[in-house]
T-cell receptor, first 115, second 115 residues
Framework: NAGVTQTPKFRILKIGQSMTLQCAQD?????MYWYRQDPGMGLKLIYY???????DKGEVPNGYNVSRSTTEDFPLRLELAAPSQTSVYFC??????????????FGAGSRLTVL | GQQLNQSPQSMFIQEGEDVSMNCTSS?????WLWYKQDPGEGPVLLIA?????ELTSNGRLTAQFGITRKDSFLNISASIPSDVGIYFC???????????????FGKGTKLSVKP
């Protein structure tokens, strides 16, 4: 199994440009997440989805949009890139929490620089 | 919002030494997870803890869920060069209502090993 696959691994954007970070998982996980990681700041949740057609905001959603048309895919869209969105983005997926915490499986990350 | 205080922020150790790091919070958590992130990769789960007082090992790694449910520690025994990376704690808040299950992440402990 590939697990969680993110593309692209690296991207440089100009201010105001748009782009979509792709995320796909092949583990049949219901839950999917997007985090951003800034140096020394840990992981901040941007958006998450509990299933196809359902998305919700996390801690830092401003400037981003998501959609979840299938169980496998959870793209993250930046409409008007800003320097503050320079970061490393991680997609993750999990089974529903149930009785035990949702153990997340992460992708390898997408490093985005906005100049 | 809820926060996890992870310490130390970084550490340099000699190969063969034991390492200890911890996470604390002012509120209770139902679950503690410890992840490791290698350079250029996404976090990978090391240990999951589900019960207060639980002590779990994974090879040279040992983690404990604090009795108060407000802290957890991770120990690495006899460190080796491949232990280099960033270690994150993550917790499932105690007021989790079942519909979200979002984890709270610490800011990480960066481990560097002197050869």
């Amino acid at each position: 199994n590939a697990g969680v696959t993110q593309t692209p691994k690296f991207r440089i954007l100009k201010i105001g440009q748009s782009m979509t970070l792709q995320c796909a998982q092949d583990m049949n996980h219901n839950y999917m997440y997007w985090y951003r990681q800034d140096p020394g700041m840990g992981l901040k949740l941007i958006y998450y989805s509990v299933g196809a057609g359902i998305t919700d905001k996390g801690e830092v959603p401003n400037g981003y949009n998501v959609s979840r048309s299938t169980t496998e895919d959870f793209p993250l869209r930046l409409e008007l890139a800003a320097p503050s969105q320079t970061s490393v983005y991680f997609c993750a997926s999990s089974y529903p929490p149930g009785l035990r915490a949702n153990v997340l499986t992460f992708g390898a990350g997408s490093r985005l620089t906005v100049l | 919002g809820q926060q996890l205080n992870q310490s130390p922020q970084s550490m340099f150790i000699q190969e063969g030494e034991d390492v200890s790091m911890n996470c604390t919070s002012s509120s209770i958590f139902n679950t503690w997870l410890w992840y490791k992130q290698d350079p250029g990769e996404g976090p990978v789960l090391l240990i999951a803890l589900y019960k207060a007082g639980e002590l779990t090992s994974n090879g040279r790694l040992t983690a404990q869920f604090g009795i108060t449910r407000k802290d957890s520690f991770l120990n690495i025994s006899a460190s080796i060069p491949s232990d280099v990376g960033i270690y994150f704690c993550a917790g499932q808040p105690g007021d989790y209502g079942g519909s979200q299950g979002n984890l709270i992440f610490g800011k990480g402990t960066k481990l560097s090993v002197k050869p």
